[in-house]
Each structure stands twice: as structure tokens, then as C-alpha cells.
């Protein structure tokens, strides 16, 4: 089994940088997705990480550490329209590499 | 848009009614999912088909019923359900289960109300 933690909630302003971090506890780590959901729509993928290090998609980047059962998810130059759910799930092979969710982190960005 | 398209987005049903959600995807991926989700909590894995094949069913109540008429096509049938199974059931697709880089693709949902 595994545990995946995240910030419930995170608030931050228009124009800033917000890092939303996620932390798990698995055996047989075989990668590591970040997900956006706006309310009631679909989970729409943003970024994958398997090994370690920074993976940059425009104003999101995604950070990742196994030694730390560590990732970090970074957004830059914040909109309002980033106001959403992020998602952190992780893959373990011992799970027959299913895809394991995060509670989610509610970011609220503010004019 | 999603390429993953479920109808219908909105679906209230009393207890004694018998309902059918549907998903469809063109992508060629051989392997669908069926999600709920609660208000606030990340989606839960209910069933897994590959290559149209039911591969997972994750303890769900026998009152969900879900069925892969082709690879393009998920239906998820209800049948007396309760009011706490009101959710958002989302379906997603992949092209190959298990496929570690593989990312979930999913619809936009639908949002059942039990009353």
C-alpha cells in the first residue's frame, strides 16, 4: 500500500509563484503524475516524473525525488484560472502499477 | 476538450430506477476505467477493463454493472442505488493498462443525484 500526502488547501496571489508539494510512502515506485481538476470537470493531466529531477512545461514544472518520496509541483506567473484541484498520484509496481490518488490540493488564487 | 466523451453530464434517479452512464473515446486505447469521486476527495477506482475484458472490479456493490460492448465503447448500468452513491463518476482511458508512463485520460463526468 501506499500513502500520499498533500496540503488540503493552498491560497495564493495573481502573478505569483505557488509550490504544491507532495510526499508518499510506496515500494516499488514507478512514477509519478500531477493532475489539475477545475470543480465538477475532468482531471486533465499535467506532468509525469520518473526520475529524479525537474520536468519544465511552460509556467509548470514538476520536481521529483525518490531517495525522498518527494515531488513538488510549481506554477508561475499564477491566473486566476489556475484556481483548481491538484492531484498528485503515484504508481507502484507491487500494485500492478495502478495509479494511486492523492487527497488533492484545493489552490485558490486571488486577484 | 476531452477526447473522452460521457453522457449524460447530469443524471438524478430515484431508488427503484434503473439507469445507464455511457463513455466512448476514439483514441484506440485498450483499457477504460470507470472513477467515482466524491465532493472534495480524489477519484476511487472502481473497475478496470483491458482489451474489453473486465480486469478489475474493486469490491463495488453488485447495484453497478459495468459492461464494454467494443474498445471504444464503457457503460456503467445502475440499479437501485442508494443516496450515497450520489457522485461524479468519471471514465478514463489509457492505451495499454499498466503502462507505467501512461497517463489516464479522462471525461468530463457525470454527476449523479440519488434521491
Given amino acids: 500500500g501506499q500513502n500520499i500526502d498533500q496540503p488540503t488547501e493552498m491560497t495564493a496571489t495573481e502573478g505569483a509563484i505557488v509550490q504544491i508539494n507532495c510526499t508518499y510512502q510506496t515500494s516499488g515506485f514507478n512514477g509519478l503524475f500531477w493532475y489539475q481538476q477545475h470543480a465538477g470537470e475532468a482531471p486533465t493531466f499535467l506532468s509525469y516524473n520518473v526520475l529524479d529531477g525537474l520536468e519544465e512545461k511552460g509556467r509548470f514544472s514538476s520536481f521529483l525525488s525518490r531517495s525522498k518520496g518527494y515531488s513538488y509541483l510549481l506554477l508561475k506567473e499564477l491566473q486566476m484560472k489556475d484556481s483548481a484541484s491538484y492531484l498528485c498520484a503515484v504508481r507502484e509496481n507491487n500494485a500492478g502499477n495502478m495509479l494511486t490518488f492523492g487527497g488533492g490540493t484545493r489552490l485558490m488564487v486571488k486577484p | ?115
Avoid at chain 2, 6 to 28: A, D, F, I, R, Y
Avoid at chain 2, 87 to 109: D, K
Wanted: hydrophobic fraction near 30%; charge should be positive; aromatic fraction near 8%.
Fill in chain 2, 1 to 115: 476538450d476531452t477526447e473522452v466523451t460521457q453522457t449524460p453530464k447530469h443524471l438524478v434517479m430515484g431508488m427503484t430506477n434503473k439507469k445507464s452512464l455511457k463513455c466512448e473515446q476514439h483514441m484506440g486505447h485498450r483499457a477504460m476505467y470507470w472513477y467515482k469521486q466524491k465532493a472534495k476527495k480524489p477519484p476511487e477506482l472502481m473497475f478496470v477493463y483491458s482489451y474489453e475484458k473486465l480486469s478489475i472490479n474493486e469490491s463495488v456493490p453488485s447495484r453497478f454493472s459495468p459492461e464494454c460492448p467494443n474498445s471504444s465503447l464503457l457503460n456503467l448500468h445502475l440499479h437501485a442505488l442508494q443516496p450515497e452513491d450520489s457522485a461524479l463518476y468519471l471514465c478514463a482511458s489509457s492505451p495499454i493498462f499498466r503502462q507505467v508512463n501512461s497517463p489516464l485520460h479522462f471525461g468530463n463526468g457525470t454527476r449523479l443525484t440519488v434521491t
